[in-house]
């Protein structure tokens, strides 16, 4: 057969129905909360990790990079410590904003793992899912590759 060769663009059929919909940042969120979840949620729809039903624990992660950013800033105008003159003589004592910066970054760690919002929290929801448990023990006992060699 000759003639043109048929162009790929005119035989591609998009999927349908494989477009994910990103959900509405809950209205109890902050302005700042509601930022950090127009930046993320689409990124964590597209990969199938925010569906409504999730759509609350999503906001508690928000709120608490919201947190964290508002309260490193303080420390980062005040600093970390502050003098106190005490009977046993001068103490550092924390600031409320390197606690509150603290807890949120502790928060923020919790809630990203469920997410996958760190390298390793990726890697353990990834598309492999969390695989066989018994299979590298499996392979070894059937002679097959070990991870030794």
Known sequence: MKGAKPKPAGNVIPMKGDERVVIDAPDLLGED???????????????????????????????????????????????????????????????????????AANAMRRDAALFGLSPVDESRLGDNGQGDLFEKLMQQLKGGPSGSN
Not at 42 to 64: D, K, T
């Open 33 to 103: 909360a509601k930022k950090i979840w127009d930046e993320l949620a689409p990124g964590l729809a597209s990969r199938g990790r925010l569906e409504p039903h999730y759509r609350y624990q999503f906001a508690s992660y928000c709120e608490s990079v919201a947190a964290f950013l508002a309260a490193t800033n303080e420390v980062a105008i005040g600093g970390m410590w502050y003098a106190v003159k005490t009977r046993n003589g001068l103490q550092q004592k924390k600031r409320q904003a390197f606690q509150i910066q603290q807890d």
